[in-house]
């Protein structure tokens, strides 16, 4: 049975930095990876991406050159750095895991993290 | 960037209903789309990819058609359970994107 958990949210002012882990459970393979969020009351945007192998990373603009998605296949974990971070940033972040082999919709979806950006 | 709208905004329908929505592609993505299902404080489950495949344990009143830039998800029979909120999600191209969600809410 896949298992994603998320862990690494909170509160952090603006300008701040918070590293998001996913540890992952049940998977046999390494599969491509997203990072999803949702602001409060909002709808769902998609923030990033890493292949299987973490040869490629992927971003939305608006965290392009502050977020970095990484992965340690070792450990079975994802994470997203984020730095220099803004009040719209504040989102429940979900790790999901990539449908297939080559890049697709996201078929295990994580709890979720709750990241607030607040002075 | 691919940008996706999805209508209606809200849809009031009663048990038994069929119900349709719509979503729409700024540019062709063939069929590399999905749609998923999302409750109140719970994360979103696939239902649908590649436009009208049928995601394993997702019931069969569930479906999805269209290719291209328009692209349909019918559910045949309203159940109780599927009053949420619904996001069609293109994975064509990167950055990928999400359509601003469907509230299916009961009539």
């Known amino acids: 049975q896949v298992q994603l958990v998320e862990s690494g949210g909170g509160a952090v002012q603006p300008g701040g930095s918070l590293r998001l882990s996913c540890a992952a459970s049940g998977i046999t393979r390494s599969y491509g990876m997203h990072w999803v969020r949702q602001a409060p009351g909002k709808g769902l945007e998609w923030v990033a991406f890493i292949r299987h192998d973490g040869s490629n990373q992927f971003y939305v603009d608006s965290v392009k050159g502050r977020f970095t998605i990484s992965r340690d296949n070792s450990k079975n974990t994802l994470y997203l750095q984020m730095n220099s971070l803004r009040a719209e940033d504040t989102a429940v972040y979900y790790c999901?895991?990539?449908?297939?082999?080559?890049?697709?919709?996201?078929?295990?979806w994580g709890q979720g993290t709750l990241v607030t950006v607040s002075s | 960037d691919i940008q996706m709208t999805q209508s209606p905004s809200t849809l009031s329908a009663s048990v038994g209903d069929r119900v349709t929505i719509t979503c729409r592609a700024s540019q062709s993505i063939s069929s590399w789309l999905a749609w998923y299902q999302q409750k109140p404080g719970k994360a979103p489950n696939l239902l649908i990819y590649?436009?009208?495949s049928l995601e394993s344990g997702v019931p069969s009143r569930f479906s999805g058609s269209g290719s291209g830039t328009e692209f349909t998800l019918t559910i045949s029979s309203l159940q109780p359970d599927d009053f949420a909120t619904y996001y069609c999600?293109?994975?064509?191209?990167?950055?990928?994107?999400f359509g601003q969600g469907t509230k299916l809410e009961i009539k």
């Open positions: 999600h293109q994975y064509n191209s990167f950055p990928y994107s």
């Open positions: 590649k436009a009208s």
């Open positions: 999901a895991k990539g449908k297939g082999v080559v890049p697709g919709p996201c078929d295990y």
